[in-house]
Protein backbone atom coordinates (compact mmCIF):
# COMPACT_ATOMS: atom_id res chain seq x y z
CA UNK A 1 0.00 0.00 0.00
CA UNK A 2 1.23 3.15 -0.52
CA UNK A 3 2.05 6.03 2.01
CA UNK A 4 1.92 9.44 2.92
CA UNK A 5 3.91 11.44 5.03
CA UNK A 6 2.44 14.35 6.91
CA UNK A 7 3.49 18.02 7.53
CA UNK A 8 2.14 19.02 11.01
CA UNK A 9 2.81 20.74 13.90
CA UNK A 10 5.86 19.59 15.68
CA UNK A 11 5.78 18.00 19.39
CA UNK A 12 3.81 20.34 22.01
CA UNK A 13 6.85 22.93 22.36
CA UNK A 14 5.60 22.97 26.37
CA UNK A 15 6.60 19.16 26.31
CA UNK A 16 10.04 20.00 24.70
CA UNK A 17 10.57 22.36 27.66
CA UNK A 18 10.46 19.29 30.15
CA UNK A 19 13.51 17.58 30.57
CA UNK A 20 12.56 15.24 32.64
CA UNK A 21 8.86 14.34 32.72
CA UNK A 22 7.27 12.33 35.24
CA UNK A 23 6.39 9.44 33.85
CA UNK A 24 2.24 8.27 34.23
CA UNK A 25 1.94 6.13 37.51
CA UNK A 26 -0.27 3.52 35.24
CA UNK A 27 2.57 2.98 32.95
CA UNK A 28 1.23 0.44 30.73
CA UNK A 29 4.06 -2.78 30.24
CA UNK A 30 3.25 -5.34 27.71
CA UNK A 31 5.80 -7.51 25.86
CA UNK A 32 5.36 -7.25 22.20
CA UNK A 33 3.71 -9.98 20.74
CA UNK A 34 4.00 -10.03 16.81
CA UNK A 35 7.15 -8.61 15.03
CA UNK A 36 6.29 -5.75 12.67
CA UNK A 37 7.78 -4.11 10.32
CA UNK A 38 7.80 0.21 10.13
CA UNK A 39 7.70 2.29 6.99
CA UNK A 40 7.44 5.84 7.13
CA UNK A 41 4.50 7.70 4.89
CA UNK A 42 5.40 8.98 1.79
CA UNK A 43 2.87 9.63 -0.24
CA UNK A 44 -0.84 9.61 -1.06
CA UNK A 45 -1.40 7.58 -3.39
CA UNK A 46 -4.58 5.32 -3.83
CA UNK A 47 -4.35 2.77 -6.55
CA UNK A 48 -7.57 2.11 -9.07
CA UNK A 49 -10.49 -0.57 -7.07
CA UNK A 50 -9.41 -4.13 -7.99
CA UNK A 51 -12.78 -4.45 -9.06
CA UNK A 52 -12.18 -1.68 -11.79
CA UNK A 53 -10.54 -3.54 -14.41
CA UNK A 54 -13.86 -5.94 -14.68
CA UNK A 55 -16.11 -4.90 -17.39
CA UNK A 56 -19.12 -3.20 -16.50
CA UNK A 57 -17.49 -2.27 -13.10
CA UNK A 58 -16.04 1.14 -14.12
CA UNK A 59 -18.67 3.42 -13.55
CA UNK A 60 -20.16 4.38 -10.14
CA UNK A 61 -23.93 3.02 -9.89
CA UNK A 62 -26.63 3.01 -7.47
CA UNK A 63 -26.72 -0.72 -6.28
CA UNK A 64 -30.39 -0.59 -5.61
CA UNK A 65 -30.96 -0.56 -9.55
CA UNK A 66 -32.48 -3.27 -10.09
CA UNK A 67 -30.96 -6.23 -11.99
CA UNK A 68 -32.74 -8.52 -14.76
CA UNK A 69 -32.28 -11.02 -17.24
CA UNK A 70 -28.55 -11.67 -16.11
CA UNK A 71 -26.92 -14.34 -18.02
CA UNK A 72 -26.49 -17.58 -15.96
CA UNK A 73 -22.97 -18.19 -15.78
CA UNK A 74 -20.82 -21.75 -15.18
CA UNK A 75 -18.79 -20.14 -11.80
CA UNK A 76 -15.66 -19.92 -13.23
CA UNK A 77 -12.08 -21.28 -11.43
CA UNK A 78 -10.74 -24.69 -10.16
CA UNK A 79 -9.59 -26.03 -7.09
CA UNK A 80 -6.48 -28.14 -9.15
CA UNK A 81 -5.23 -31.42 -7.95
CA UNK A 82 -6.78 -32.63 -4.47
CA UNK A 83 -3.92 -31.77 -1.87
CA UNK A 84 -1.64 -30.18 -4.59
CA UNK A 85 -4.15 -27.26 -5.17
CA UNK A 86 -4.72 -26.54 -1.57
CA UNK A 87 -1.47 -26.04 -1.02
CA UNK A 88 -0.32 -23.91 -4.01
CA UNK A 89 -2.87 -21.76 -3.08
CA UNK A 90 -1.78 -21.46 0.40
CA UNK A 91 1.27 -20.19 -1.02
CA UNK A 92 -0.04 -18.28 -2.72
CA UNK A 93 -2.29 -16.61 -0.33
CA UNK A 94 0.58 -16.00 2.18
CA UNK A 95 4.14 -16.12 0.30
CA UNK A 96 3.75 -15.78 -3.34
CA UNK A 97 1.33 -13.30 -3.65
CA UNK A 98 -0.18 -12.15 -0.47
CA UNK A 99 -3.90 -11.46 0.33
CA UNK A 100 -4.84 -8.67 -2.22
CA UNK A 101 -3.06 -9.87 -4.80
CA UNK A 102 -4.28 -13.37 -4.85
CA UNK A 103 -7.75 -12.18 -5.07
CA UNK A 104 -7.40 -9.77 -7.47
CA UNK A 105 -5.01 -11.81 -9.89
CA UNK A 106 -7.52 -13.96 -10.39
CA UNK A 107 -10.41 -11.59 -10.36
CA UNK A 108 -8.68 -10.49 -13.48
CA UNK A 109 -8.40 -13.78 -14.97
CA UNK A 110 -11.52 -14.82 -15.16
CA UNK A 111 -13.32 -11.44 -15.57
CA UNK A 112 -15.34 -12.18 -12.52
CA UNK A 113 -15.77 -11.01 -8.93
CA UNK A 114 -16.89 -14.54 -8.08
CA UNK A 115 -14.91 -17.57 -8.76
CA UNK A 116 -13.44 -21.28 -7.04
CA UNK A 117 -10.43 -21.18 -5.48
CA UNK A 118 -9.05 -22.65 -2.44
CA UNK A 119 -9.08 -20.79 0.78
CA UNK A 120 -6.47 -21.45 3.72
CA UNK A 121 -5.31 -23.27 5.67
CA UNK A 122 -6.41 -26.53 3.62
CA UNK A 123 -4.16 -29.98 4.66
CA UNK A 124 -3.74 -30.81 6.82
CA UNK A 125 -6.15 -28.67 9.22
CA UNK A 126 -9.28 -28.36 7.19
CA UNK A 127 -10.68 -31.27 5.41
CA UNK A 128 -12.60 -29.15 2.81
CA UNK A 129 -10.74 -25.99 1.56
CA UNK A 130 -12.94 -25.56 -1.50
CA UNK A 131 -15.30 -22.38 -1.84
CA UNK A 132 -16.91 -19.69 -3.65
CA UNK A 133 -15.21 -16.02 -3.40
CA UNK A 134 -17.41 -13.14 -3.99
CA UNK A 135 -16.13 -9.73 -3.93
CA UNK A 136 -18.69 -7.26 -4.96
CA UNK A 137 -21.35 -5.36 -3.07
CA UNK A 138 -23.86 -6.80 -5.37
CA UNK A 139 -23.13 -10.76 -4.33
CA UNK A 140 -21.38 -10.25 -0.87
CA UNK A 141 -24.98 -9.94 1.22
CA UNK A 142 -26.05 -13.51 0.34
CA UNK A 143 -23.47 -14.32 3.69
CA UNK A 144 -25.84 -12.65 5.55
CA UNK A 145 -29.41 -14.57 4.27
CA UNK A 146 -29.90 -16.75 6.44
CA UNK A 147 -32.71 -18.39 4.35
CA UNK A 148 -29.89 -19.96 2.04
CA UNK A 149 -26.58 -19.82 4.22
CA UNK A 150 -25.85 -21.12 7.53
CA UNK A 151 -23.44 -20.34 9.61
CA UNK A 152 -22.44 -23.38 11.85
CA UNK A 153 -18.93 -23.48 12.97
CA UNK A 154 -17.90 -20.76 9.93
CA UNK A 155 -16.33 -17.94 12.40
CA UNK A 156 -12.86 -18.56 11.54
CA UNK A 157 -13.58 -20.29 8.26
CA UNK A 158 -13.12 -23.64 6.55
CA UNK A 159 -11.91 -24.65 9.97
CA UNK A 160 -12.68 -24.58 13.31
CA UNK A 161 -10.45 -23.98 16.19
CA UNK A 162 -10.89 -26.90 18.95
CA UNK A 163 -13.22 -26.18 21.61
CA UNK A 164 -10.03 -26.76 24.33
CA UNK A 165 -9.34 -23.30 23.57
CA UNK A 166 -13.02 -22.28 25.23
CA UNK A 167 -13.20 -24.40 27.74
CA UNK A 168 -14.90 -27.15 26.34
CA UNK A 169 -17.72 -25.04 24.52
CA UNK A 170 -18.62 -23.99 20.97
CA UNK A 171 -18.55 -20.36 21.97
CA UNK A 172 -21.21 -18.21 20.09
CA UNK A 173 -19.26 -17.06 17.41
CA UNK A 174 -19.76 -20.57 16.11
CA UNK A 175 -23.40 -21.02 16.66
CA UNK A 176 -25.98 -20.70 14.01
CA UNK A 177 -29.39 -19.44 14.99
CA UNK A 178 -30.73 -22.42 14.44
CA UNK A 179 -29.29 -23.56 17.34
CA UNK A 180 -31.17 -23.60 20.39
CA UNK A 181 -28.21 -21.70 22.61
CA UNK A 182 -27.39 -18.80 20.41
CA UNK A 183 -30.17 -16.82 21.49
CA UNK A 184 -29.89 -17.55 24.83
CA UNK A 185 -26.37 -16.72 24.57
CA UNK A 186 -26.31 -13.60 22.48
CA UNK A 187 -29.39 -11.99 24.84
CA UNK A 188 -27.02 -12.38 28.10
CA UNK A 189 -24.45 -10.41 25.88
CA UNK A 190 -27.00 -7.89 25.13
CA UNK A 191 -28.34 -7.66 28.64
CA UNK A 192 -24.61 -7.02 29.98
CA UNK A 193 -24.05 -4.15 27.17
CA UNK A 194 -27.38 -2.50 28.28
CA UNK A 195 -27.11 -3.03 32.37
CA UNK A 196 -23.79 -1.34 31.71
CA UNK A 197 -24.08 1.25 28.83
CA UNK A 198 -23.91 4.77 31.76
CA UNK A 199 -20.46 3.69 32.63
CA UNK A 200 -19.07 3.80 28.98
CA UNK A 201 -18.37 7.24 28.56
CA UNK A 202 -16.76 8.06 31.93
CA UNK A 203 -14.61 4.74 31.95
CA UNK A 204 -13.52 5.12 28.34
CA UNK A 205 -12.26 8.55 29.10
CA UNK A 206 -10.67 7.65 32.10
CA UNK A 207 -8.72 4.37 30.49
CA UNK A 208 -8.03 6.40 27.13
CA UNK A 209 -6.75 9.59 29.58
CA UNK A 210 -3.74 7.27 30.90
CA UNK A 211 -3.59 6.34 26.93
CA UNK A 212 -2.66 9.63 25.99
CA UNK A 213 -0.52 10.37 29.20
CA UNK A 214 1.59 7.78 28.08
CA UNK A 215 1.80 8.45 24.68
CA UNK A 216 2.78 12.51 25.56
CA UNK A 217 5.11 10.88 27.56
CA UNK A 218 7.10 8.60 25.17
CA UNK A 219 6.84 11.56 22.49
CA UNK A 220 8.51 14.40 24.98
CA UNK A 221 10.91 11.38 26.16
CA UNK A 222 11.88 9.39 23.17
CA UNK A 223 10.59 11.29 20.12
CA UNK A 224 8.11 8.81 19.53
CA UNK A 225 5.61 7.22 21.11
CA UNK A 226 4.46 2.66 19.41
CA UNK A 227 0.77 3.36 19.95
CA UNK A 228 0.19 -0.91 19.88
CA UNK A 229 1.06 -1.70 23.81
CA UNK A 230 -0.68 1.37 25.89
CA UNK A 231 -3.50 0.97 23.30
CA UNK A 232 -4.21 -2.72 23.99
CA UNK A 233 -3.64 -2.25 27.60
CA UNK A 234 -6.06 1.01 27.95
CA UNK A 235 -8.59 -1.03 25.79
CA UNK A 236 -8.59 -3.87 28.43
CA UNK A 237 -8.87 -1.69 31.10
CA UNK A 238 -11.58 0.39 29.51
CA UNK A 239 -13.89 -3.34 29.20
CA UNK A 240 -13.13 -4.42 32.66
CA UNK A 241 -13.95 -1.08 34.03
CA UNK A 242 -16.89 -0.12 31.69
CA UNK A 243 -18.78 -3.41 32.07
CA UNK A 244 -17.75 -5.09 35.26
CA UNK A 245 -16.93 -2.23 37.45
CA UNK A 246 -13.25 -4.05 37.99
CA UNK A 247 -10.04 -2.40 37.80
CA UNK A 248 -7.64 -5.07 36.36
CA UNK A 249 -4.43 -3.72 38.40
CA UNK A 250 -6.16 -4.53 41.39
CA UNK A 251 -6.54 -8.31 40.92
CA UNK A 252 -4.07 -11.10 40.41
CA UNK A 253 -4.35 -10.00 36.36
CA UNK A 254 -2.72 -6.79 36.77
CA UNK A 255 -1.49 -5.73 33.53
CA UNK A 256 -0.71 -9.18 31.70
CA UNK A 257 -4.15 -9.69 29.63
CA UNK A 258 -2.73 -8.13 26.50
CA UNK A 259 -0.29 -10.62 26.98
CA UNK A 260 -2.47 -14.00 27.90
CA UNK A 261 -4.65 -13.16 25.32
CA UNK A 262 -2.58 -12.12 22.26
CA UNK A 263 -1.12 -15.65 22.62
CA UNK A 264 -4.78 -17.05 22.95
CA UNK A 265 -5.94 -15.35 19.82
CA UNK A 266 -2.71 -16.54 18.25
CA UNK A 267 -3.64 -20.59 19.06
CA UNK A 268 -7.07 -19.78 17.75
CA UNK A 269 -6.15 -17.93 14.68
CA UNK A 270 -2.55 -19.21 13.55
CA UNK A 271 -3.61 -21.82 10.82
CA UNK A 272 -5.28 -18.32 8.73
CA UNK A 273 -2.08 -15.88 9.90
CA UNK A 274 1.47 -15.07 9.10
CA UNK A 275 3.51 -14.00 12.02
CA UNK A 276 6.42 -13.06 9.83
CA UNK A 277 8.49 -15.91 10.57
CA UNK A 278 10.36 -17.80 7.77
CA UNK A 279 7.90 -19.42 5.01
CA UNK A 280 9.38 -22.93 6.08
CA UNK A 281 8.74 -22.19 9.30
CA UNK A 282 5.21 -21.19 9.21
CA UNK A 283 4.35 -24.10 6.89
CA UNK A 284 5.64 -26.37 9.67
CA UNK A 285 3.95 -24.99 12.34
CA UNK A 286 1.16 -23.02 12.07
CA UNK A 287 -0.80 -23.68 8.70
CA UNK A 288 -0.31 -27.00 8.56
CA UNK A 289 -0.27 -28.51 12.20
CA UNK A 290 -2.89 -27.05 15.09
CA UNK A 291 -0.83 -25.50 17.81
CA UNK A 292 -1.33 -27.77 21.00
CA UNK A 293 -3.60 -25.36 23.13
CA UNK A 294 -2.16 -27.12 26.27
CA UNK A 295 0.77 -24.78 25.62
CA UNK A 296 -1.55 -21.85 26.47
CA UNK A 297 -3.58 -23.39 28.75
CA UNK A 298 -2.56 -21.54 31.97
CA UNK A 299 -2.62 -18.38 30.10
CA UNK A 300 -6.19 -19.05 29.20
CA UNK A 301 -7.26 -20.42 33.42
CA UNK A 302 -5.94 -17.02 34.42
CA UNK A 303 -8.36 -14.88 32.57
CA UNK A 304 -11.42 -17.44 33.13
CA UNK A 305 -10.38 -17.14 36.82
CA UNK A 306 -10.83 -13.52 36.67
CA UNK A 307 -13.93 -13.58 34.26
CA UNK A 308 -15.76 -15.78 36.64
CA UNK A 309 -14.75 -13.33 39.46
CA UNK A 310 -15.74 -10.27 38.19
CA UNK A 311 -18.39 -11.22 36.29
CA UNK A 312 -20.42 -12.94 38.73
CA UNK A 313 -23.43 -11.10 38.74
CA UNK A 314 -24.35 -11.76 35.29
CA UNK A 315 -23.36 -15.57 35.61
CA UNK A 316 -26.00 -15.74 37.90
CA UNK A 317 -28.62 -14.13 34.94
CA UNK A 318 -27.32 -16.67 32.87
CA UNK A 319 -27.89 -19.29 35.29
CA UNK A 320 -31.57 -18.20 36.02
CA UNK A 321 -31.73 -17.94 32.05
CA UNK A 322 -30.67 -22.07 31.52
CA UNK A 323 -27.25 -21.03 30.91
CA UNK A 324 -24.18 -23.32 32.65
CA UNK A 325 -22.50 -20.51 34.70
CA UNK A 326 -19.49 -21.97 33.27
CA UNK A 327 -20.79 -21.66 29.85
CA UNK A 328 -21.73 -18.50 30.42
CA UNK A 329 -17.88 -17.31 31.63
CA UNK A 330 -16.48 -18.67 28.69
CA UNK A 331 -18.59 -16.90 26.33
CA UNK A 332 -18.54 -13.86 28.18
CA UNK A 333 -14.57 -14.03 28.01
CA UNK A 334 -14.78 -14.46 24.22
CA UNK A 335 -17.05 -11.59 23.86
CA UNK A 336 -14.52 -9.55 25.74
CA UNK A 337 -11.40 -10.35 25.00
CA UNK A 338 -11.68 -11.84 21.40
CA UNK A 339 -14.40 -10.30 20.05
CA UNK A 340 -14.29 -6.72 21.73
CA UNK A 341 -10.48 -6.06 22.37
CA UNK A 342 -9.14 -8.09 19.77
CA UNK A 343 -11.49 -5.59 17.27
CA UNK A 344 -10.38 -2.53 19.55
CA UNK A 345 -6.77 -4.21 18.77
CA UNK A 346 -7.23 -3.38 15.02
CA UNK A 347 -9.73 -0.84 14.83
CA UNK A 348 -8.18 1.61 16.69
CA UNK A 349 -4.68 2.09 14.64
CA UNK A 350 -6.78 1.97 11.68
CA UNK A 351 -8.62 5.23 12.77
CA UNK A 352 -5.48 6.66 13.45
CA UNK A 353 -3.88 5.51 10.35
CA UNK A 354 -6.97 6.90 7.90
CA UNK A 355 -7.60 9.95 9.95
CA UNK A 356 -4.13 10.26 10.35
CA UNK A 357 -3.41 10.83 6.25
CA UNK A 358 -6.56 12.55 5.65
CA UNK A 359 -4.47 15.56 6.62
CA UNK A 360 -4.48 19.32 8.53
CA UNK A 361 -7.78 20.30 7.13
CA UNK A 362 -9.42 17.35 7.76
CA UNK A 363 -8.03 17.46 11.77
CA UNK A 364 -9.56 21.01 12.17
CA UNK A 365 -12.57 20.35 10.94
CA UNK A 366 -12.78 17.29 13.11
CA UNK A 367 -11.57 19.27 16.38
CA UNK A 368 -14.11 22.19 15.18
CA UNK A 369 -16.83 19.64 15.16
CA UNK A 370 -16.42 18.00 18.21
CA UNK A 371 -15.47 21.12 20.46
CA UNK A 372 -17.99 23.09 19.18
CA UNK A 373 -20.94 20.42 19.72
CA UNK A 374 -19.77 19.25 23.24
CA UNK A 375 -19.09 23.02 24.28
CA UNK A 376 -22.98 23.25 23.41
CA UNK A 377 -24.00 20.49 25.37
CA UNK A 378 -22.37 21.67 28.33
CA UNK A 379 -18.86 20.60 28.21
CA UNK A 380 -19.17 17.18 28.50
CA UNK A 381 -19.23 14.42 26.25
CA UNK A 382 -22.72 13.05 25.68
CA UNK A 383 -24.23 10.41 23.12
CA UNK A 384 -26.58 13.73 22.28
CA UNK A 385 -23.50 15.78 21.86
CA UNK A 386 -21.86 13.19 19.37
CA UNK A 387 -25.09 12.92 17.48
CA UNK A 388 -24.43 16.38 16.38
CA UNK A 389 -21.01 15.72 15.23
CA UNK A 390 -21.52 14.48 11.47
CA UNK A 391 -18.50 14.81 10.43
CA UNK A 392 -17.01 12.34 12.94
CA UNK A 393 -19.63 9.63 12.71
CA UNK A 394 -18.45 10.04 9.22
CA UNK A 395 -14.66 9.46 9.83
CA UNK A 396 -15.77 6.09 11.73
CA UNK A 397 -17.93 4.91 9.03
CA UNK A 398 -15.30 5.75 6.14
CA UNK A 399 -12.86 3.70 8.46
CA UNK A 400 -14.87 0.66 9.01
CA UNK A 401 -15.54 0.83 5.29
CA UNK A 402 -12.43 1.22 3.67
CA UNK A 403 -10.34 -1.22 6.33
CA UNK A 404 -13.12 -3.32 7.90
CA UNK A 405 -11.52 -4.71 11.17
CA UNK A 406 -13.12 -8.08 10.21
CA UNK A 407 -12.21 -9.44 6.92
CA UNK A 408 -13.57 -12.55 5.85
CA UNK A 409 -16.66 -14.20 5.98
CA UNK A 410 -18.00 -16.70 5.39
CA UNK A 411 -21.63 -18.84 5.33
CA UNK A 412 -22.49 -22.75 3.68
CA UNK A 413 -25.46 -23.08 1.42
CA UNK A 414 -28.49 -24.61 2.95
CA UNK A 415 -29.91 -25.12 -0.42
CA UNK A 416 -29.54 -24.71 -4.35
CA UNK A 417 -29.95 -20.83 -5.56
CA UNK A 418 -29.15 -18.66 -8.06
CA UNK A 419 -26.85 -16.07 -6.82
CA UNK A 420 -26.31 -12.86 -8.36
CA UNK A 421 -23.18 -10.28 -9.51
CA UNK A 422 -23.74 -7.05 -11.21
CA UNK A 423 -23.47 -8.89 -14.54
CA UNK A 424 -23.92 -12.38 -13.95
CA UNK A 425 -26.31 -15.05 -12.07
CA UNK A 426 -24.59 -18.04 -10.67
CA UNK A 427 -25.98 -21.52 -9.53
CA UNK A 428 -24.97 -22.65 -6.05
CA UNK A 429 -25.67 -26.07 -4.82
CA UNK A 430 -26.80 -26.78 -1.38
CA UNK A 431 -23.31 -27.62 0.68
CA UNK A 432 -21.35 -25.51 -1.14
CA UNK A 433 -19.15 -22.50 0.79
CA UNK A 434 -19.68 -19.43 0.18
CA UNK A 435 -16.65 -17.02 0.85
CA UNK A 436 -16.36 -13.28 0.68
CA UNK A 437 -13.37 -10.77 1.03
CA UNK A 438 -14.90 -7.89 2.64
CA UNK A 439 -12.21 -5.18 1.61
CA UNK A 440 -13.28 -5.87 -2.24
CA UNK A 441 -16.43 -5.56 -1.68
CA UNK A 442 -16.62 -2.50 0.49
CA UNK A 443 -14.63 -0.86 -2.37
CA UNK A 444 -16.95 -1.82 -5.08
CA UNK A 445 -16.74 0.99 -8.05
CA UNK A 446 -20.38 0.05 -8.67
CA UNK A 447 -21.82 1.30 -5.64
CA UNK A 448 -18.77 3.66 -4.09
CA UNK A 449 -17.44 6.78 -6.10
CA UNK A 450 -13.32 6.59 -5.34
CA UNK A 451 -14.06 3.28 -3.65
CA UNK A 452 -10.40 3.09 -3.05
CA UNK A 453 -9.59 6.51 -1.58
CA UNK A 454 -10.75 7.64 2.35
CA UNK A 455 -13.43 10.03 1.64
CA UNK A 456 -13.84 11.95 5.23
CA UNK A 457 -17.41 12.95 4.82
CA UNK A 458 -18.47 10.42 2.38
CA UNK A 459 -21.50 9.54 4.74
CA UNK A 460 -22.55 12.95 6.06
CA UNK A 461 -26.20 13.90 4.35
CA UNK A 462 -27.09 12.03 1.50
CA UNK A 463 -23.91 10.21 2.00
CA UNK A 464 -25.92 8.29 4.90
CA UNK A 465 -27.78 6.02 2.42
CA UNK A 466 -24.57 4.50 1.44
CA UNK A 467 -24.29 2.73 5.16
CA UNK A 468 -26.22 -0.20 4.04
CA UNK A 469 -23.36 -1.11 1.98
CA UNK A 470 -21.08 -1.24 5.29
CA UNK A 471 -20.97 -4.31 6.50
CA UNK A 472 -18.00 -5.12 9.05
CA UNK A 473 -20.08 -6.18 11.90
CA UNK A 474 -21.67 -9.57 9.90
CA UNK A 475 -24.44 -7.52 8.39
CA UNK A 476 -25.69 -4.18 7.23
CA UNK A 477 -24.98 -0.78 9.22
CA UNK A 478 -28.31 0.15 8.93
CA UNK A 479 -29.75 -2.72 10.52
CA UNK A 480 -30.05 -4.29 14.01
CA UNK A 481 -28.30 -7.16 15.58
CA UNK A 482 -31.00 -9.86 16.73
CA UNK A 483 -31.05 -13.17 18.54
CA UNK A 484 -32.14 -14.20 15.16
CA UNK A 485 -28.85 -13.23 12.82
CA UNK A 486 -25.94 -13.55 12.79
CA UNK A 487 -24.98 -9.55 13.01
CA UNK A 488 -22.18 -9.15 15.81
CA UNK A 489 -23.92 -8.62 19.18
CA UNK A 490 -22.01 -5.72 19.69
CA UNK A 491 -22.19 -4.28 16.81
CA UNK A 492 -23.76 -0.71 18.16
CA UNK A 493 -21.36 -0.45 20.93
CA UNK A 494 -18.02 -0.70 18.48
CA UNK A 495 -19.34 1.82 16.33
CA UNK A 496 -19.91 3.98 19.71
CA UNK A 497 -16.38 3.88 21.32
CA UNK A 498 -14.85 4.35 17.71
CA UNK A 499 -16.69 7.22 18.03
CA UNK A 500 -15.21 8.23 21.33
CA UNK A 501 -11.78 7.53 20.74
CA UNK A 502 -12.18 10.50 17.82
CA UNK A 503 -13.81 12.69 20.17
CA UNK A 504 -11.15 11.97 22.86
CA UNK A 505 -8.79 12.21 20.56
CA UNK A 506 -9.81 15.75 19.14
CA UNK A 507 -10.85 16.93 22.30
CA UNK A 508 -7.50 17.06 23.35
CA UNK A 509 -5.16 17.49 20.10
CA UNK A 510 -5.30 20.18 16.85
CA UNK A 511 -3.50 17.52 15.53
CA UNK A 512 -0.73 14.37 15.27
CA UNK A 513 1.37 12.90 12.96
CA UNK A 514 1.99 8.92 12.12
CA UNK A 515 4.42 6.79 10.85
CA UNK A 516 2.71 3.52 9.72
CA UNK A 517 3.80 -0.29 9.39
CA UNK A 518 1.89 -3.29 9.70
CA UNK A 519 1.42 -5.98 11.80
CA UNK A 520 -0.61 -9.61 11.09
CA UNK A 521 -3.96 -8.22 12.27
CA UNK A 522 -3.81 -4.56 11.24
CA UNK A 523 -1.61 -1.34 10.74
CA UNK A 524 1.51 -0.75 13.14
CA UNK A 525 1.22 3.16 14.27
CA UNK A 526 4.12 5.15 15.66
CA UNK A 527 3.15 8.60 16.55
CA UNK A 528 6.00 10.98 16.48
CA UNK A 529 4.16 14.42 17.21
CA UNK A 530 0.86 14.99 19.38
CA UNK A 531 -0.27 18.57 19.36
CA UNK A 532 -2.11 20.06 21.77
CA UNK A 533 -5.77 21.78 21.48
CA UNK A 534 -4.86 25.36 20.97
CA UNK A 535 -8.65 26.53 20.43
Known amino acids: MASSVLNFVAVNPKLQQSPKPTPPSHRFTTARR??????????????????????????PAPSSSPQSNLPIRQIPGDYGLPGVGPIQDRLDYFYNQGRNEFFKSRMQKYQSTVYRVNMPPGPFISTNPRVIVLLDGKSFPILFDLSKVEKKDLFTGTYMPSTDLTGGYRILSYLDPSESNHAKLKQLLFNLIKSRREFVIPEFNSAFTELFE??????????????????EQAAFNFL?????????????????????????????????????????????????????????????????????????????????????????????????????????????????????????????????????????????ITMAAMEKMPLMKSVVYETLRIDPPVSLQYGKAKKDFVLESHDAAYEVKEGEM??????????????????????????????????????????????????????????????????????????????????????????????????????
Open 34 to 59: FPSSLRPIKASIFDKSPLSSIPGLTK
Open 240 to 380: SRAFFGVRPIDTALGKDAPTLISKWVLFNLAPILSVGLPKEVEEATLHSVRLPPTLVQKDYTRLYEFFSSAAGTFLDEAEKSGISREEACHNILFAICFNSWGGFKILFPSLMKWIGRAGMEVHTRLAREIRTATAAGGGG
Open 434 to 535: LFGYQPFATKDPKIFDRPEEFVPDRFVGEGEELLSHVMWSNGPETERASVANKQCAGKDFVVMVARLFVVELFSRYDSFDIEVGTSPLGAKITLTSLKKATF
Open 214 to 231: VLEYDIATKGKAEFADPN
